[in-house]
Every structure is written in structure tokens, then in C-alpha cells.
């Protein structure tokens, strides 16, 4: 199931425009967009594929490629909590298990 927000690079895909066109078209007022934390841009996936159904958006030829270190620097960014969680239980683990009384 996907996700009811997508983010400007996602919404930049659907519409086959730039992220800065997207930009664009949210500060004109054509998209709305939501700050989800005070901090992360969303666009509701249903208004933006109404807007690419009804043609109000004109296709460029760009092709933006998620490259290996975005999707790695995105992964930690995420996932940091959940990482560092895993190293603090496995470190507790170790001093239980293998540490001399």
C-alpha cells in the first residue's frame, strides 16, 4: 500500500517534470503542499495524479537519477533511530553474555 504524501521527487516522477518545476507550481499556488513536522514537504499522491489526469501539467524530458549515495544517505537519515537502537542492544548483549564477574 503507498503512502498518502509523496515527496517533491516523487511528485516531480508522476508528473515527468523537474523538482524545481514542481517547486514552482507550489509557490504559485497550481500545488498544495503540507510541512509534515515543521520540517519535510509532502503533496498528497490523489492531487497530484488528478493534476497529471487532467493534463494542467506539461511533460519535460528530465530524468533525475536517485543515485546509490542519495538512497544510502537517505537510508541512515530514516533509519538512524533504529540503527543506533540495534548497536546500544547488541553492546548491552555483549556486557551480559561476555564480560568476567
Not at 503512502?3 to 517534470?17: G, K, M
Not at 503540507?34 to 497529471?52: G, P, S
Not at 549515495?69 to 538512524?80: K, Q, S, T
Amino acid at each position: 500500500m503507498s503512502s498518502q504524501y509523496i515527496t517533491v521527487r516523487e511528485t516531480a516522477q508522476i508528473l515527468a517534470v523537474s523538482e524545481k518545476k514542481v517547486m514552482d507550481l507550489i509557490e504559485g499556488g497550481n500545488l498544495q503542499a503540507y510541512r509534515i513536522a515543521d520540517q519535510f514537504l509532502r503533496l498528497k499522491r490523489n492531487e497530484v495524479i488528478d493534476m497529471h489526469s487532467t493534463g494542467q501539467v506539461v511533460s519535460e524530458n528530465v530524468v533525475e537519477i536517485y543515485t546509490p549515495g542519495e538512497r544510502v544517505r537517505d537510508f541512515f537519515y530514516f533509519n538512524d533511530f533504529y540503527l543506533i537502537a540495534f548497536a546500544v542492544i547488541g553492546a548491552l548483549l555483549y556486557i551480559i553474555f561476555y564480560t568476567a564477574y
